[in-house]
């Protein structure tokens, strides 16, 4: 029988009302169920919201500073535990464990940036056209905060939102992607380690469309946080709209890179081949379409192949392997559908399109890092947002076009450029309609400490990390102080 995995409400590990858990299933091995977690309902997030809620007048009234210092021994805990939770999460996602861990120690960064937050400002003075008045702002927390997350950082993603969260005043409840389910349990046995007030973080695992929905209509949750795809984070907007909740979407990416005719090639394309199959393909930044000028194509082209058939594919906890499986069964099925529409609609398959034939992968969600060229900018492989280990390869004739091209498209999330050429930089930096640019970089996010999110469909064009974040869970306070004669 698996371990299983409890809630974490107002301080203690219980299980579900409902009674029913879910299997985390390891995408490596589908025989193996990594841990069992809760299948919780409304009545779950009900206790959990209660819990935020009582707790939320004792933690909004502690000063940040002290607020700071759980955070500060949450990322010592954290580094200590750092391989035991990547290994955990690389066996319920799938990704490399040398990703797993960096994201891990990513985490630490976040916590111990957030940790300091309580000493740097937090409100401003205002000049007043009086002479006598005292003007100024004053920054509050929102109340309870929803936290809803996908499996594919499953520790960044929870730790970039909750930090900022619980710092600056905020309670939680969290709702992680039922994937990642055992991974979300241990952040929270960090943070309760670390020695939080009861009911300050609550854990509600579960499915999306059952606890997390409940967490979205209630009532008591003042604003949500999410992360995930498009068409959940629409409906999760309306939802919020409708009740007067505050909430925060970053959502999917089809993210371009350009190669210029000056660009060192090499550095393009180990980055290219990075941004497209690092983490299987599954970042919302991963790079989807590459637009190369005609006058490198082919030189570049070979390049990029040699580099995508030297990748070796296994199980993400082998340090061998390079390139783990997609997370699940669902995101398989998916990926695969795009591979084959690709081929239906036309384009020309020029490596992987399969599932690898190496031993030891029989039972896990593997499939090969593909590239297509000959792709026309109207089939669905060039529009759509696969989430797998899935390249286009475009040919362009000149950086009008492959700007064009590129922003086209209704995500604004990341973009890279190759070049070597100071004038393309910064008129590309103006070009590109994404939100995290990258030249001579694979399109990605940036450090702890810079915003993050993306433009158009991409996001809620609120942006997460750095101060950013305190845009999103403060709200402001505005006080005139007049002398009294
Ligand atoms: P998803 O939208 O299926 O699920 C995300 C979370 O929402 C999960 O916790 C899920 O349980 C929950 N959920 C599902 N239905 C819900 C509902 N009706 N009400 C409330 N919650 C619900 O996404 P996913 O498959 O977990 O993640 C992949 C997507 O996330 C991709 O589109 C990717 O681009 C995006 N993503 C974006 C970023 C970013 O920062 N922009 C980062 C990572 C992933």
Redesign the pocket.
């Known amino acids: 029988m698996s371990e299983q995995f409890l809630n974490y409400i107002n301080g203690e590990w219980i299980q579900a009302k409902s009674g029913e858990v879910i299997e985390s299933i390891n995408p490596a091995n589908w025989d193996e169920v990594v841990g069992v977690i809760q299948h919780s309902n409304q009545e779950d997030v009900d206790l959990a919201v209660q819990a935020a809620k009582s707790a939320f007048k004792n933690w909004s009234k502690m000063s940040a500073v002290n607020r700071g210092l759980f955070l500060e021994k949450a990322a010592a805990l954290l580094e200590q535990r750092a391989d035991e939770i990547a290994e955990i999460a690389t066996k319920e996602m799938g990704k490399v464990l040398a990703e797993m861990k960096g994201e891990v120690l990513r985490g630490v960064a976040i916590l111990r940036y957030y940790a300091q937050e309580g000493m740097r400002t937090n409100g401003e003075v205002l000049p007043s056209a009086s002479d006598e008045k005292f003007l100024f702002t004053k920054r509050v927390p929102l109340g309870v905060v929803g936290v809803?997350?996908?499996?594919?950082?499953p520790v960044a993603?929870p730790i970039w939102k909750m930090a900022p969260a619980l710092v600056y005043g905020n309670t939680v409840v969290f709702?992680?992607?039922?994937?990642t389910g055992v991974t979300a349990a241990k952040i929270v046995e960090i943070f309760a380690e670390a020695g939080l007030p009861q009911g300050v973080l609550n854990l509600v695992n579960g499915?999306?469309?059952v606890a997390?929905?409940a967490?979205?209509e209630h009532e008591d949750v003042h604003a949500i946080t999410?992360?995930?795809?498009?068409?959940?984070?629409r409906?999760?907007a309306a939802k919020a709209a409708l009740k007067g909740k505050k909430y925060q979407l970053?959502?999917?990416?089809k993210n371009p890179a350009i190669v210029l005719e000056d660009a060192d090639l090499e550095l393009a394309a180990n980055l290219t081949v990075a941004g497209a199959m690092k983490q299987t393909g599954q970042?919302?930044t991963a790079t989807s379409r590459v637009y190369v000028h005609e006058q490198v194509y082919d030189t570049f082209k070979e390049l990029l192949l040699e580099k995508v058939r030297s990748l070796k594919i296994g199980n993400g906890l082998d340090p061998n392997a390079q390139m783990g499986p997609v997370a699940s069964k669902k995101q398989f099925d998916t990926v695969i559908g795009y591979i084959e529409k690709g081929k239906e609609e036309g384009a020309s398959l020029l490596v992987g399109g399969g599932v690898p034939k190496e031993q030891g992968l029989e039972k896990g969600y593997f499939i090969e890092p593909t590239i297509f060229e000959n792709v026309a900018h109207d089939m669905t492989i060039a529009r759509e947002?696969i989430?797998g280990p899935v390249l286009c390869l475009i040919k362009v004739k000149n950086y009008e076009e492959a700007i064009e091209k590129a922003n086209d498209t209704v995500y604004g999330?990341s973009a890279s450029l190759f070049t070597n050429n100071l004038g393309r930089t910064f008129q590309f930096v103006d070009d590109i309609e994404a939100g995290l640019i990258q030249i001579n970089g694979e399109t990605g996010g940036a450090e702890p400490q810079a915003p993050?999110?993306?433009m158009k469909e991409?996001?809620s064009n609120s942006r997460e990390q750095g101060q950013a974040a305190k845009e999103f869970f403060t709200t402001i306070k505005t006080v005139t102080v007049l002398p009294v004669h």
Do not use: H, M, Y
């Open positions: 809803i997350t996908p499996w594919n950082f993603i709702k992680p992607a039922a994937e499915d999306g469309a997390g929905n967490l979205v999410f992360t995930g795809s498009n068409a959940v984070g409906q999760i970053e959502l999917g990416g970042r919302c947002e989430f999330l993050f999110g993306g991409s996001s």
